[in-house]
């Protein structure tokens, strides 16, 4: 199971450094567009709550959706509002997780309200996504950052938890998560951000100041995690799908990576204006 799991991460990997600086902004938004559709077609079988029930309803929804959204993605004034909104969904999901064990689970709300908050979870990450790499200040190398700082911060905190992992994160929702776990993260956060700041050419309160965002980023990250596997385990399922050998479905690989995205443009953005 390591074996397929490190295979299919290397060749993971690949395609996500081939995209990122061997594509144009156009390609990388597509090749974008079609993973989140995978996960929006997952998203429908965790909210039916039945393995085998499918519908291409939401990932329909969810490429037409970006397609408008494309046109706005330089539009600084829209897009920071529209990642605004999304980073108080964050928060309030954040103060939900608590309590999460005695929340009406998701796929029982009606149809419409399941697409709405899948929409929620994947549309933003790609907007995100696609404005660090179209934006000439930022570009590929800030987007490549990003995807660093979630595997830097989850393998951190996967060791980190192993060695030292006693005291439970949320144990009605992930039982595998500490305490120790998140500092491992933390800790990881700071040496990964304050190396890559130092190549940003940062220093001084600047670089503290994408260190303090790095950290916020990694916090919101876990709770995109715990947020999807607080869904799976509503609908009872271990996975979100097995189009990843080793590693179970798109969500599954992305769940942090939902949240943490546009809470890190978002921060650049405000960054650059303070």
């Known amino acids: 199971m390591l074996k397929q799991r490190l295979l299919t991460a290397a060749v993971l990997s690949a395609l996500l450094i081939t995209a990122i600086f061997a594509f144009t902004t156009v390609w990388f938004s597509i090749v974008l567009a079609a993973f989140l559709a995978t996960g929006a077609w997952e998203w429908t079988r965790l909210m039916q709550a039945e393995r085998r029930a499918t519908t291409p309803v939401l990932p329909g929804v969810l490429v037409l959706s970006l397609i408008p959204l494309w046109f706005f993605q330089q539009e600084t004034g829209f897009l920071m509002s529209l990642l605004g909104v999304c980073a108080v969904g964050w928060c309030v999901v954040l103060a939900s997780l608590p309590g999460s064990d005695v929340l009406r689970p998701l796929h029982t709300y009606n149809v419409v309200t399941r697409f709405l908050i899948g929409a929620f979870v994947l549309a933003p ?42 005291n439970k994160l949320a144990p009605h929702i992930s039982p595998g998560k ?33 260190i303090t965002l790095c950290l916020v980023t990694v916090m919101f990250s876990i709770v995109g995690d715990l947020f999807e596997s607080l869904v799976k385990r509503q609908a009872g399922a271990k996975d979100s799908g097995n189009i990843l050998p080793g590693h179970g479905g798109v969500l599954d690989r992305i769940d942090s990576l939902t949240a943490a995205a546009p809470i890190f443009t978002l921060g650049l953005w405000l960054l650059e204006g303070a």
């Open 125 to 166: 990450p790609w907007l995100a996504l696609v404005h660090l790499h179209a934006a000439p200040q930022y570009g590929p190398w800030h987007v490549l950052f990003l995807f660093g700082l979630v595997g830097v911060a989850d393998s951190a905190a996967y060791f980190s938890g192993r060695a030292f992992g006693k």
């Open 178 to 210: 500490t305490w120790e776990g998140a500092y491992g993260a933390f800790a990881a956060t700071v040496v990964y951000g304050a190396v890559c700041g130092i190549g940003f050419n940062l220093q001084g309160m600047p670089l503290a100041a994408f």
